[in-house]
């Protein structure tokens, strides 16, 4: 790959998210319901990653590989967002910014919205890596890339299926989610999620030193680790927790990790 495949490549990918989060705004716009927001850019990053990926010169099984692990990604985790988004009037964390920024608030999310899409650009980077990397994908890379890829989907599509019956249930109206996954960690939808990103680095990295651009798609794990853990997903999460659960949060945060699953602390009589 040469550099000015690579500037060609991250300018198109620059441009096609920066729309797609213009849409996103406009769709905001009219129905103000902010929660469409996160739908949006989880398609729309799908697709960049398709046409990125099937658009490769010469298309080879990685390509298609890549953009078989991005529309699954999409789909799955799009359609979740788009049901719980019907659920709702908005997305509490968006809700607060909105409030914040009063008479300034189409500016403030339109600008929000395009920071997003700055800062997604590593995500769908790395799967345009992946796909144009050089050369067929080893056998034993591609495996561990799947691999990879099948856990984290299969887990964060049990994380989230598994916190959907617990809210279906009216017994537990306004209790905390602390079962299954919920029990090892406070957000192991996010770990998944986070995991799955690894994929790519896999796929686009070549071991022989041939091909240095690759590791460039490690960007999107540790892109995706910072907008998770310290940016837009615990920390306003846990904020709207605290505020809405108060003791019984503090409670389950003091004994369930908040990112990596791991098992529950115990009291000193062995009882959570």
Not at 17 to 22: P, Q, T, Y
């Amino acid at each position: 790959m040469t550099a000015s495949t690579f500037i060609l490549g991250l300018a198109c990918v620059s441009a096609a998210l920066c729309a797609i989060m213009s849409i996103a705004w406009l769709v905001w716009r009219a129905s103000r319901n902010s929660g469409w927001v996160d739908t949006i850019w989880t398609f729309g990053l799908g697709l960049v990653g398709c046409v990125g990926a099937l658009t490769a010169a010469p298309l080879q099984l990685r390509g298609v590989l890549v953009a078989a692990m991005a529309a699954i990604w999409a789909i799955r985790l799009g359609s979740h967002i788009a049901l719980r988004t019907q659920g709702i009037t908005d997305d509490p964390r968006y809700a607060k910014l909105i409030r914040d920024w009063g008479a300034n608030a189409s500016s403030g999310m339109f600008w929000l919205l395009q920071k997003q899409a700055i800062v997604s650009i590593p995500l769908a980077l790395s799967m345009w890596l992946a796909a144009n990397a050089p050369g067929p994908a080893p056998v034993a890379q591609a495996a561990v890339a799947i691999l990879i890829f099948v856990v984290a989907v299969a887990g964060e599509g049990l994380a989230d299926e598994q916190l959907r019956r617990f809210r279906r249930d009216p017994a537990n109206k306004g209790k905390i989610c602390d079962i299954g996954l919920w029990s090892w960690s406070r957000h192991p939808n996010y770990f998944f999620e986070w995991l799955g990103w690894f994929a790519y680095p896999v796929l686009a990295i070549d071991l022989g030193g041939q091909n240095l651009w690759g590791y460039l798609a490690l960007a999107a794990p540790l892109c995706m680790y910072w907008l998770l853990v310290y940016v837009s997903g615990i920390p306003p999460l846990e904020e709207h927790m605290l505020a809405a659960r108060g003791d019984a949060f503090r409670k389950y945060q003091m004994r369930t990790n908040v990112f990596f699953p791991w098992p529950p602390k115990t009291s000193m009589g062995g009882q959570r």
